[in-house]
């Protein structure tokens, strides 16, 4: 049996919103009460992004990064974040960057960020 991350399948396929919106429900929940662990907070983040963050991909520019499989997802659920998911993010994201010093937990708060 494969373990399978929800955020990861909701990259390869259109979750129902409300599945959605519990998880991202739960993953505001764990950012907001995890203060000591970085990689917990790191792999959280990275959830957080999957379902967050939108690129543009254009012909003149080609990203080869796990950026594009983000842009896949939201632009495959055709709905954004509620507004309350949004403002909860844009209040939590500033934070972890002072309170972690690991570069992946601020760059990817700096990803996320973008694409709010």
Known sequence: ??????????LKTRLEMSIRDAVVDIIIKILNEETTETE???????GLGNFVCVIIITLSVVHINFRIYQAHSATTQHAPLTSTHMGD???ILPAFSKQFTDSRVSNVCRDIALYL
Not at 1 to 10: D, T
């Open 1 to 10: 049996m494969e373990c399978v991350s929800i955020s990861c399948e909701g």
């Open 89 to 91: 993010i844009q209040k």
């Open 40 to 46: 917990a907070v790191y792999r959280t983040l990275v």
